[in-house]
């Protein structure tokens, strides 16, 4: 009997991998200003900044009369050095239930709205090439415009498998919303952190664990 579906994607963060804790990720955004020149910025920047639209970034570089671009960067270098030193100190992890999809038979990528350099590391420190392909997002300002939920890297995966019938797994409504809009099914996973979150559009299905991935198809 053919599989359900001929790839199966992948959110990362709180999915694949714990989430990076809130205030690691505002350490970084502090150690981002500080590299172009703003010491003490305002905690509603700091916030903004941890994600913005390329409106709200430029208003904020504006405000401290530095480069948005140069901006975005060293936010960019700051989030990937800030998550490798969880990474690698074991406090930003795979779940338990990866296992129950390290062999399907069909097609894997990982689409994720964090860095791409940071999904690259996820992939190196925790063994996970047997993803067939993997985007995270690009560190450039044009990046933020392409994050779910516009299907922007959805889109890229499923041309890169040649997939014409995928589901999406991820954690929030962005990702069950980029599903719909590159039209495919979503899997949405309420995993503890997401525990009594409403969604403004029903997923396809809602799953409480990647162990039920492989009876989907």
Known sequence: MDAAYDAVLFDNDGVLTTP?????????????FAAVGVVDPP???????????????REVADDH????????????????AAQLEEIEAGRKRPYDDIDAIRDLEVATAI???????TIGNI????????FDVWYGREPTVK???????T??????????LGAEDALFVGDSWVDVEAADAAGIDAAFLRRDHVEGVGLPR????EIESLEAIPELL
């Open 20 to 32: 990076t804790d809130r205030e690691v990720l505002i350490d970084a955004m502090h150690d981002a």
């Open 43 to 57: 905690s509603e920047h700091v916030r903004t900044v941890m994600g913005p639209s390329v409106d709200s970034l």
């Open 65 to 80: 009369d530095v480069d948005p671009h140069e901006l975005w960067t060293a936010r960019e270098h700051a989030a990937v």
């Open 111 to 117: 689409v994720s709205n964090n860095q791409h350099e």
């Open 123 to 130: 992939v190196s420190q925790f063994e996970l090439d047997w």
């Open 143 to 149: 990046g933020i415009d392409r994050k779910k939920p």
């Open 151 to 160: 299907p922007y890297y959805l889109e890229l995966a499923l041309e890169e």
């Open 202 to 205: 029903e997923p396809t299905v």
